[in-house]
């Protein structure tokens, strides 16, 4: 960022330029963890460009900053939704913002979106034996109270985590398995804390996932679809994703898979009705080509034996599938998986 000036670029008779990190698979480079950096392939927009949409990509990261500066100025703080309606005139959407400013500014600046004054908004939620503290307020138990758990606000570097008896910390994809699973108390029979970013999770729910495996050093389990989404999903968690930019790694934890796996589904002694099972749409095709490389990079034998066996199949599966309460519950599924150690 620094020397740049559009003004003083102009009246020099330059056209002002931003070197922009590329966020794209080929500009992909993975840590020995498998974790996902991006590397030194550079893009350049001008003001006055040739290509309206650089010239246009430009003017939209200009914004952002001017926006940013007007909010660390005033000592403010908003969450990425606030922001976008705060520049809802030069954006199409909230995706456009969100790119604009976790790819581009993020990189330019060299900071993260918190210490920038803008946060994710409110998705997700922590459930089991935890304490959650909030700076000026009492700690609230998350074993008790509703099945809805403790909502994980967008700004949470002011909370205090503390352990009741946690012995685990179990993910789960989506918010319905979540509720489920708080209504069961789960943690009583597993001792465990719970945690949804209710699908792709959102910054904030990464950034609590990961202060608990650096604070607690408790084992991190995740229960996702039987479908690539699902698997993308958990490798989000895992390595991260490019359209986090420059901060892609700084939240990756070391989640192992508990499932849904392979043989949750078509073991012989499965009680999955075939009923349940879907085969893939176009949008799973998709994914899962784009999954493959993280895959084979990461070397895991486990990994590749069942996106490989998911591919042969060509069929996916809800988590729900599971919870057969006729033969079998999930919340018991669950358990025992974990107490055989049926993850990796």
Not at 120 to 140: F, Q, R
């Amino acid at each position: 960022m620094r020397g740049i000036c559009p003004r003083r670029s102009i009246s020099n008779g330059q056209d002002p330029q931003l070197v922009l990190v590329k966020r794209s698979q080929k500009n992909v480079i993975r840590d020995s963890g498998g974790r996902l950096h991006l590397g030194r392939n550079k893009t350049v927009k001008k003001l006055f460009a040739r290509n309206a949409a650089g010239a246009g990509r430009f003017a939209k990261i200009w914004q952002v900053l001017a926006l940013i500066q007007r909010l660390l100025a005033e000592g403010k703080v908003v969450t990425q939704r606030e922001g976008y309606y705060t520049l809802v005139n030069h954006f199409k959407n909230q995706s456009e913002f969100n790119a604009t400013l976790q790819g581009d500014v993020v990189a330019l600046t060299g900071c993260t979106r918190a210490s920038l004054g803008v946060h994710a908004s409110s998705s997700g939620a922590i459930a089991g034996l935890v304490s959650w503290k909030m700076e000026g307020s009492d700690p609230i138990n998350c074993s008790t109270g509703t099945t809805a758990g403790i909502q994980i606000p967008g700004v949470t570097d002011k909370v205090t985590l503390t352990n009741l008896g946690a012995r685990y910390i179990l993910v789960v994809e989506k918010d319905a398995i979540f509720t489920y699973l708080c209504g069961q108390r789960i943690w009583d029979t597993l001792p465990c804390i719970l945690v949804t970013g209710c699908g792709y999770p959102p910054l904030s729910v990464r950034m609590v996932l990961k202060r608990l495996e650096d604070h607690l050093q408790l084992p991190i389990l995740g229960l996702f679809d039987y479908n690539p989404h699902g698997l993308r999903i958990l490798l989000t968690y895992k390595h991260g994703s490019t359209q986090m930019g420059t901060e892609a790694h700084a939240y990756a934890t070391d989640i192992k898979w508990l499932g849904v796996h392979h043989d949750d589904i078509f073991d012989s002694d499965s009680t999955v009705l075939q009923s349940s099972l879907q085969p893939w749409c176009l949008s799973d095709r998709r994914v899962f080509s784009g999954l493959t490389a993280a895959i084979e990079h990461m070397g895991d034998p486990l990994y590749m034996r069942e996106i490989r066996m998911m591919a042969e199949k060509n069929v996916k599966a809800e988590i729900e599938a599971l919870n057969n309460n006729g033969f079998d519950s999930l919340e018991n599924r669950i358990v025992r998986k974990v107490l055989r150690k049926g993850y990796f």
